[in-house]
């Protein structure tokens, strides 16, 4: 079992429809979670970081943390055609903190 | 543009030989990251600077793979001996903190 856990999709949606984006993990001891939005052969581009369960916002991004679920989400409302790109959840334990990236969600926001 | 650079971003090479490539991180950042990707996988860690010391390398950095950061700033990471398995997407990043990092847009290696 992988430590972090994505589904690679690809998720195709309706321009504005509500987008819901998960990971699980298996070690307890991540307390950093991030989310990366990443285009076609660019490098990843960090959309929103957490470090505590609960709901952090962020325009149209919210994410999610559920640590007694070791689950996390990244919601996007009113979702647009260039919003389409991969998503990937990381995480990290601290100390050096190296995040352990997830393979990464395909989304496709179709006009 | 004052974001992580990183140089070349296309590099093609026949088996065998050595590559080396150049990340310029963002100036106030001390940490420093390289990873690799490959298609439709999640960036895969490879060995992490704090200012100039190489802190932590991962089992995946053969000793055909090293890295520099000789004064803090530009890091190195060079290939030797290149095989067709190396071809990915080398990725670097910096860091001015601990849960934060900002990548370069990467260089992509194909070896032939």
């Known amino acids: 079992q992988k430590e972090v856990e994505q589904d690679p999709g690809p998720l195709s949606v309706p321009e504005g429809a509500i987008v819901s984006l998960n990971c699980t993990y298996s070690?307890?001891?991540?307390?950093?979670f991030m989310w990366y939005r990443q285009y076609s052969r660019k490098g990843p581009e960090l959309l929103m970081y957490t470090y505590s369960s609960g709901n952090k916002e962020d325009g149209r991004f919210t994410a999610q943390v559920d640590k007694s679920s070791k689950y996390i989400s990244l919601f996007i409302r009113d979702s647009q055609p260039s919003d389409s790109a991969t998503y990937l959840c990381a995480l990290s334990s601290g100390g050096s903190y190296i995040p352990t990236f997830g393979r990464g969600t395909s989304l496709i926001v179709h006009p | 543009d004052t974001g992580v650079s990183q140089d070349p971003r296309h590099k093609i090479t026949k088996r065998g030989q050595n590559v080396t490539f150049r990340c310029d991180p963002i100036s106030e950042h001390n940490r420093l990251y390289w990873y690799r990707q490959t298609l439709g996988q999640g960036p895969e860690f490879l060995t992490y600077f704090q200012n100039e010391a190489q802190l932590e390398k991962s089992r995946l950095l053969s000793d055909r793979f090293s890295a520099e950061r000789p004064k803090g700033s530009f890091s190195t990471l060079e290939i030797q001996r290149t095989e067709q398995g190396d071809s990915a997407m080398y990725l670097c990043a910096s860091s001015p903190s601990a849960d934060t990092q900002y990548f370069g847009p990467g260089t992509r290696l194909t070896v032939l």
């Open positions: 070690n307890s001891a991540f307390q950093y």
